[in-house]
């Protein structure tokens, strides 16, 4: 277990298993050069997406679960970063920026405070210089299978 993975530990987080993307002309992360372009992940809910933690924030989500969403949403995205590194998430050098997409009713307006949730795990594991990013956290009419929270972004690699 590397640096990183033990202080997800020490934070009280494990990595789930990465995303198996459905079909063969996409993947969970693409590199060019020392940049990760990382696809759109979100929380895995088994299909239809019907169950508890489904649903728009701020009607069928409190923002609270939202936050914790996008905390879960982060760690599904790092076991991603992880598996493309061949196991070693140490290799990940810093966040650059992520995209946060919040399934929120049109009068929702605190889709930054749900997206604090990767933001805030991100900034504690890599800390201040390499975990403080570029970030947008935008509001969207829905999102697939119903989950609350999508979050994509760019990481870059140790030379």
Not at 125 to 154: D, K, Q, T, W
Request: glycine share 12%; proline share 8%.
């Amino acid at each position: 277990m590397g640096k990183l993975e033990q202080k997800l530990a020490e934070m009280g987080h494990t990595l789930p298993k990465p995303f198996t993307y459905p079909s063969p002309n996409r993947q969970g992360c693409v590199q060019v050069g020392n940049i990760l372009f990382v696809s759109g992940h979100g929380r895995d809910l088994p299909p239809p997406a019907k169950s508890e933690g489904a649903g728009k924030v701020g009607v069928e989500v409190t923002i609270e679960e939202g936050y914790e969403t996008a905390k879960q949403v982060m760690l599904s995205i790092l076991a991603s970063l992880k598996a493309h590194c061949d196991g070693d998430l140490d290799r990940v050098k810093r966040v650059i920026r992520i995209l946060g997409m919040v399934n929120c009713a049109p009068d929702f307006e605190l889709q930054p405070k749900v997206i604090d949730g990767a933001s805030d795990l991100l900034y504690e594991l890599f800390g201040p210089e390499y975990g403080c990013h570029a970030r947008s956290a935008v509001g969207m009419g829905s999102l697939p299978h119903r989950i609350p929270v999508e979050i994509n972004g760019e990481f870059e690699l140790w030379g």
